[in-house]
């Protein structure tokens, strides 16, 4: 799996067919219908691999084909809304958004996330915010912040905690739940780079880790997406990911293109452990 993860862009293509390859021979001894596979395998490539034009590919495919379950195409259909919104084609991302809610049952994932998503259009946040987790109330999501689930299920993934915190304050910790269908949580922020474009940023932030298997790691990443679906900065630290138990100092800088249309970033946790984040901070530097 370590291989599957690594950021390279040569090596994109081949982790994405590698982990069609994984998925499908784990879910097929699952009893897991195909569908579903390809989904779990295109939100790793989503969200983990950030490459959002093969994870587009794949979700329209499971949208097209007429013998996939209806719940499976709205849940496609709301990952494809979400690969528009990070690439900065928000008009097309709601316009998706509002075909999820129309045409599928409510109770279904993917229309309940659709029409979550929808209530808040207009709430996006401008520039990173609540970086100290300062803000909010312990065992909830953090304010400003969001996770890829439901709403209800949004504190099962991160909260805010006062306690095993590297300063005094308050601090984060991004966990997962049991029954996860995969075993990537994702605490993240996506905002404009109208007013980074052009300029160097850093972002910083402590992590350590409480594993429970020898393969459990933590992740920082920051992405870049640009105008027309250009491939733009995405590093994950897939190459140095933190194991240790003791706080990490963890860092990431890239000049943001001119044409950059949003930034993101976040902290995951991979596998079963739980990875608490502290001293978060995303600053210009020239």
């Not at 008009?91 to 993917?110: L, Q, S």
Request: hydrophobic share 40%; aromatic share 8%; proline share 5%.
């Amino acid at each position: 799996m370590a291989e599957i993860l690594r950021k390279s862009d040569s090596s994109r293509a081949g982790s994405g067919i590698c982990l069609l390859i994984l998925f499908s021979m784990h879910y097929a001894a699952a009893g897991i219908a195909p569908h579903e596979e390809q989904l779990e395998a295109a939100i790793h490539q989503e969200i983990v691999l950030g490459d959002l034009p093969a994870a587009m590919r794949i979700y329209q495919a499971i949208a097209a084909d007429r013998s996939a379950s209806k719940a499976t195409v709205a849940r496609a259909l709301f990952q494809t809304g979400q690969c528009l919104e990070k690439s900065g084609r928000r008009a097309e991302a709601r316009a998706t958004y509002e075909r999820i809610v129309k045409d599928f049952d409510e109770r279904t994932a993917g229309a309940a996330l659709a029409k979550a998503r929808l209530s808040n259009w207009d709430n996006s946040i401008p520039g990173p915010l609540n970086l100290r987790f300062d803000q909010g109330t312990p065992g909830k999501l953090p304010p400003a912040w969001f996770v890829p689930a439901l709403p209800n299920e949004a504190d099962q993934w991160a909260q805010i905690t006062h306690t095993g915190c590297r300063t005094e304050r308050s601090c984060a910790v991004v966990l997962i739940p049991q029954n996860a269908p995969v075993p990537v949580g994702n605490l993240m922020q996506s905002f404009s780079a109208k007013a980074y474009r052009g300029k160097t940023v850093r972002l910083r932030a402590w992590l350590r880790l409480e594993a429970a298997d020898p393969g459990d790691r933590a992740q920082m990443w920051l992405g870049v997406d640009r105008a027309k679906e250009q491939k733009g900065f995405f590093d994950n630290m897939s190459d140095r990911p933190v194991r240790s138990s003791e706080w990490t100092a963890c860092e990431i800088v890239t000049r943001v293109d001119s044409d950059a249309t949003v930034l993101k970033f976040g902290v995951m946790s991979i596998g079963k452990g739980r990875v608490w984040i502290d001293g978060v901070s995303f600053e210009t530097i020239r």
